[in-house]
């Protein structure tokens, strides 16, 4: 079963960005980052609150993205993926 891809909203310079990276690619998560000032809309909706973890529109969390926190997360995103 894989993990969906999920978009990884950041900011250069961020350090909880660059730890929440560090994590999503130690345990495996399929995902795509994308810098919010990149974007004005993106840097409307997110402001300073990043990094954000979304799949489509659906924020997974934000903030802190510690080690125990994704590991749980990918466990229910594991249960939510249809087996094929």
């Known amino acids: 079963m894989a993990l969906p891809v999920l978009t990884l909203y950041t900011r250069a310079g961020c350090h ?3 730890l ?5 690619t130690a345990l495996e998560f399929r995902y795509t980052p994308v810098d919010v000032d ?7 909706r997110h402001g300073d609150d990043v990094p954000v973890l979304a799949q489509g ?15 749980t997360l990918k466990l229910i995103l594991l249960r939510e993926t249809p087996s094929t």
């Open 16 to 18: 909880l960005c660059e």
């Open 20 to 24: 929440a990276e560090a994590h999503l």
């Open 38 to 44: 990149s974007d004005p809309a993106l840097r409307a």
């Open 57 to 71: 529109e659906r924020v997974l969390a934000r903030g802190v993205l510690g080690r125990q926190r994704l590991s």
